[in-house]
Every structure is written in structure tokens, then in C-alpha cells.
């Protein structure tokens, strides 16, 4: 890039969405502030991306790629929690835009579930915390999803179905533990997909 991101804060936010788009710049002049001050808050940084996402800002194929170029984030930004996070408030606020921008920097394929709802068919992307009905090797099991991992080229969804412990006078009665744990690749995803092994 031939020009200085910092003097085109200064000239005003429009004219930086023109160079770099209107994710990338609001996220950019948020950790700038005026006149190209750093700011390093954590929360602050992760709330500025989660607000665009929600505000259904629309979000370019490369703009997380983008943001790694340009801005000192990797601290709040690139961790894997931090990653998982914005692409939980994409998929639940439905910004199929910020989805599929997180999808690309990551090189990961989404897990979409179709469902009908008031005979309207439509689908949505699992993310961390989506509970399913999965047919396992135990048969049709409630679980949720709690990670995503790469293993080696591939990556996999982990789902666990879990039970409830009910000993009396214990500090964990009643906290849920884990009954089955399920490592999901893409292929067996839409193989039990089509077959209708797999369901809200």
C-alpha cells in the first residue's frame, strides 16, 4: 500500500473504508483512536468486533487476513478462543459475510445444519456451543459442540453428549459431565447429514 493509513484517519473515516473497506477500516480506527494512538485493551478490541459483526457489518473474503497485515492484534485477535468467538456471534447473528471471511482465514469448511422451521427451510452454521441430535456409535445422542481442531489437513468438529451427576453433597452435584466425545470430520458431517443422522 503506497499511502499512510494513519493520515487517512486523520482525513476521516470515509476515506479509509474507500481504501480498505468498511470492516477493516472500523476496526482499524478503533485501535488507532485519534491520530493514531494505539489501543491495547483487550475487551475493548474483541467488543469492537463483535459489534461490527452483530451490526451485520458486511465483511470482505479476506478481510481477517487483511487485519493481520495491518493491525497488532494478534495478542486478542488470533488466539483460538478469540477466533471461536467471533465466529459464534457471526453464525448466531447470521453475518454469513463475517462467517465466511473467518472460514477463509482459517481454511476451514462450515458445518451446516438445514432445518425447517414453520415449513420454511433454512440452515445455520454450528459453531461452539450449538447443541445437535447426533447418531453416534451409542445411537441418537443430544451433544454439543465444544471445539473445532486440525488434524493434520483436516478439520474436525468436537461434540460431546454429557450426563448429569447427581451425588448428594458433593461441590460437583449436579455439574454435567462427559458421557461420549465425538471427533467430526467434514465428510462424516454431511455423509450423516444426507442420511439424516443429524438434526436440531
Known amino acids: 500500500m503506497d499511502f499512510s493509513l494513519n493520515e487517512l484517519v486523520e482525513q476521516g473515516y470515509s476515506q479509509l473504508t474507500k481504501e480498505i473497506g468498511p470492516f477493516v477500516a472500523f476496526i482499524y480506527t478503533f485501535q488507532r483512536g485519534e491520530k493514531g494512538r494505539i489501543r491495547d485493551h483487550m ?11 452483530e451490526a451485520q457489518m458486511k465483511v470482505g473474503k479476506d478481510d481477517f487476513k487483511t487485519l493481520e497485515k495491518l493491525c497488532n492484534i494478534d495478542s486478542w ?11 459464534t456471534t457471526a453464525a448466531e447473528s447470521n453475518n454469513i459475510s463475517a462467517s465466511k471471511s473467518i472460514e477463509n482465514y482459517l481454511g ?3 458445518f451446516i445444519l438445514h432445518y425447517q422451521d414453520n415449513e420454511i427451510d ?4 454450528l459453531h ?11 445411537g441418537d445422542e443430544k451433544v454439543k459442540c465444544t471445539n473445532f481442531i486440525l488434524k493434520g489437513e483436516n478439520w474436525c468438529m468436537i461434540a ?3 450426563k448429569e451427576k447427581t451425588g448428594e453433597g458433593s461441590s460437583e452435584a449436579g455439574r454435567p459431565k462427559i458421557e461420549h466425545r465425538y471427533s467430526i470430520t467434514q465428510k ?3 455423509a450423516a447429514r ?3 443422522e443429524v438434526r436440531f
Request: hydrophobic fraction near 40%.
Open 77 to 87: 485477535l488470533w488466539s483460538e478462543i478469540g477466533l471461536e468467538e467471533f465466529y
Open 43 to 53: 475487551s475493548l478490541m474483541n467488543h469492537s468486533v463483535n459489534f461490527a459483526i
Open 108 to 110: 476451514r469448511k462450515p
Open 128 to 138: 461452539v456451543g450449538s447443541a445437535f441430535i447426533w447418531k453416534g456409535r451409542h
Open 188 to 190: 462424516e458431517f454431511l
Open 160 to 162: 460431546c453428549s454429557y
Open 194 to 196: 444426507k442420511a439424516g
Open 122 to 125: 433454512r440452515s445455520k452454521r
